[in-house]
C-alpha cells in the first residue's frame, strides 16, 4: 500500500508530454524533459509502441500518441453522460450559430474539452477533444469556475495574448460579472482574433456539471469590439436544454 511503479510512473510522464503539444518529440527531447538516459527512455518508448500507445514516424524517428490510446480516451468521452445528452443540442447550436460548438468540463484546473463540433462550412479544422484549456483565459473556463464551488484557477495566471486577464483580482471580477449574468465570453483572451462565449450546463441539483460555448473570429461574433447579443441567446438556449434534459 502506498508504493508506486517508477517504470509505469515513467511511461505515464511520457504520455503527457506527448499529449502536451501538437508537435512529435524525439528521444532527446524526451529524455531532457525527463532527465533520463536515453538507453533507460528507449526501453519504455519500444514498450509502449509495442501496445500501441505510442507511435514512431517511419521518416523522422520521433514519436506522438498511438492510435490505441486515443482510442481508449475516446471511449472514456462517449460514455460520458454530459458528452451523450449534449450530442443533438451542439448540433443543433452549431447549425443556429453557424460557429464551432465547444462543450468542457472541468479537470484538474483546466479545461477539458469532451466535445467539439466543427464549424458548418468548407474550412479546414482540427479536432479538438481531449485538449485541455486555460480556465482563466477561456469562456467556458470562466463559466465552470464561476458556478463550480470547487473550481479555482491555478496561480499564476499565465497570459496567452496580451488581453489575457493575469492578475486575481481581474479574474474574480470576471466571474462575478458571470455569475450575474449567466455566461462569460472571452475577447481575444486565448487566441488573438478569436472570440468565444459560454454558459453553464446544470444536472438536476442545479449543480454546473460542465460548459457549452461556440467559438469563432471576431469580426464574425464581435464586429463593432461588442459581442453580439444573439450569439449569447444562442449559447444560453442550448445551455438550458441540455440542463433540462440532464435534470429528467
Not at 481581474?170 to 455566461?183: H, I, S, T, V
Not at 446544470?202 to 467559438?215: H, L, P, W
Not at 469563432?216 to 442550448?238: C, H, I, T
Request: overall charge negative; hydrophobic content about 45%.
Amino acid at each position: 500500500m502506498g508504493e508506486t511503479i517508477q517504470s509505469v510512473e515513467r511511461a505515464a510522464a511520457i504520455l503527457r508530454l506527448l499529449a502536451s503539444g501538437s508537435r512529435q518529440l524525439g528521444v532527446a527531447e524526451l529524455a531532457r524533459a525527463m532527465g533520463l538516459p536515453k538507453g533507460t527512455l528507449h526501453g519504455i518508448l519500444r514498450t509502449l509502441v509495442h501496445v500501441g500507445f505510442v507511435e514512431q514516424d517511419g521518416v523522422t524517428g520521433k514519436y506522438r500518441l498511438g492510435a490505441t490510446l486515443l482510442h481508449l480516451g475516446s471511449s472514456y468521452l462517449d460514455v460520458n453522460e454530459l458528452r451523450a445528452r449534449s450530442l443533438n443540442w451542439a448540433d443543433g447550436l452549431a447549425g443556429r450559430s453557424r460557429e464551432s460548438v465547444w462543450i468542457g468540463t472541468f479537470h484538474e484546473g483546466q479545461v477539458l474539452v469532451i466535445h467539439h463540433v466543427f464549424r458548418p462550412d468548407d474550412s479546414m479544422q482540427v479536432l479538438q477533444v481531449g485538449a485541455h484549456l486555460p480556465a482563466h483565459a477561456t469562456a467556458l473556463g470562466k463559466v465552470l469556475l464561476a458556478f463550480d464551488p470547487y473550481g479555482e484557477a491555478p496561480l499564476p495566471l499565465a497570459p496567452c495574448t496580451k488581453k489575457t486577464i493575469v492578475t486575481r483580482e481581474g479574474l474574480d471580477q470576471e466571474l462575478d460579472l458571470a455569475r450575474a449574468r449567466g455566461w462569460a465570453a472571452d475577447m481575444e483572451e486565448l487566441e488573438e482574433g478569436e472570440v468565444s462565449v459560454a454558459a453553464p450546463i446544470k444536472d438536476g441539483r442545479g449543480v454546473a456539471v460542465g460548459a457549452i460555448g461556440i467559438r469563432g473570429a471576431v469580426e464574425r461574433l464581435a464586429a463593432d469590439g461588442r459581442l453580439d447579443m444573439d450569439f449569447v441567446s444562442y449559447v444560453r438556449d442550448a445551455a438550458r436544454a441540455i440542463s433540462r434534459d440532464l435534470a429528467r
